[in-house]
């Protein structure tokens, strides 16, 4: 057979993150940047090429396509371990590309139940917030469970610019860092849990939702999993207009997102400052 290919998108959580490993919902957008898997046929065991030093990687592509038979070339426009759900695109395509193969059509749901314990490669307790909105796309309100609670919402029309502190966050550890602080943070998670009613109910009024990223930021920080480039960024942003601002995803450096009505002085500042910035919004289902 001739090459296949697979594709996963990203993700931004809008509020929420590490307290929807507890249960708490949060609120996400699928990026329309991603991960797609190029599958093609080699004799010997399946790998992954052009990645070295990681043997999850190989082991992902083996659980997706089978032990034996297939050689991977990735091509990503997501930058990794930024926070953005890098490895659950990556699950999600592979997952996809594998179903291509076997001629399967897939619905989201078996899409979801096959990319997730991809993930939990990665990470070892994923929310599965990441996968089921790289599978379906759009902005949803997610809350963890077998299987998982989706809302879709509204469609809003506002912006985000992304910030990129260009160092990795290692989300495994930055959730057992959390984990561990546990149940002495419980109010903390359940504040979480709280702003992101209230995020879903204010989708539409920038001010407002400014108002709850920066809160959202604040008990991120109380957490742990904030950093002095996130905090910076935060404050560049807030600085040049934005009307809230938090880091995205499991933090300690990764990407920050900013709130945004102009994103031009944001940008021209993250400029400025060497600091690679792109803007992002959320878009319907596709
Ligand atoms: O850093 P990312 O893109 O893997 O996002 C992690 C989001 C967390 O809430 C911290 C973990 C999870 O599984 O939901």
Redesign the pocket.
């Known amino acids: 057979m001739n090459e296949v290919t697979g594709f996963g998108r990203?993700?931004l959580?809008l509020c929420?993150?590490?307290?929807?490993?507890h249960g708490q919902p949060?609120i996400a957008f699928a990026s329309d940047l991603g991960t797609t898997v190029h599958v093609s046929p080699c004799d010997g065991p399946t790998h992954v090429i052009g990645v070295d030093g990681d043997p999850r990687i190989d082991e992902a592509a083996r659980m997706a396509l089978g032990e034996q038979g297939h050689e991977v070339r990735l091509s990503s426009t997501l930058p990794l371990?930024?926070?953005?759900?890098?490895?659950?695109a990556f699950a999600v395509a592979l997952v996809r590309a594998g179903a291509t193969l076997r001629g399967e059509t897939l619905s989201e749901q078996e899409q979801y139940e096959r990319a997730l314990p991809i993930?939990t490669l990665?990470?070892s307790?994923?929310?599965?917030?990441?996968v089921a909105i790289s599978v379906r796309g759009g902005i949803v309100r997610f809350t963890?469970g077998n299987p998982p609670v989706l809302e879709p919402l509204p469609c809003p029309s506002w912006q985000v610019v992304v910030l990129d502190t260009g160092k990795k966050?290692d989300?495994g550890k930055?959730?057992d860092h959390?984990t561990s602080q546990r149940p002495g943070i419980d109010p903390i998670l359940a504040r979480i849990g709280a702003l992101t009613d209230e995020v879903a109910a204010q989708l539409d009024d920038v001010e407002a939702l400014g108002a709850l990223l920066d809160e959202n930021q604040r008990l991120l920080a109380q957490v742990g999993?904030s950093s002095p480039e996130i905090e910076e960024l935060c404050e560049l942003a807030l600085a040049h207009g934005a009307h809230g601002a938090k880091l995205?995803?499991?933090?300690g450096g990764?990407v920050v997102m900013a709130l945004v009505t102009d994103p031009a002085p944001v940008l021209a500042a993250a400029k400025a400052a060497g600091v690679p910035a792109w803007t992002a919004k959320p878009q319907e289902q596709s």
């Not at 371990?81 to 659950?88: C, L, N, Q």
């Not at 307790?125 to 990441?130: A, E, I």
């Open positions: 990203g993700k959580i929420g993150e590490h307290a929807v490993v949060a371990g930024r926070g953005m759900g890098s490895s659950a993930e990665f990470h307790r994923p929310s599965g917030l990441d963890k966050g989300t930055l959730v959390v999993v995205t995803g499991a933090g990764g």
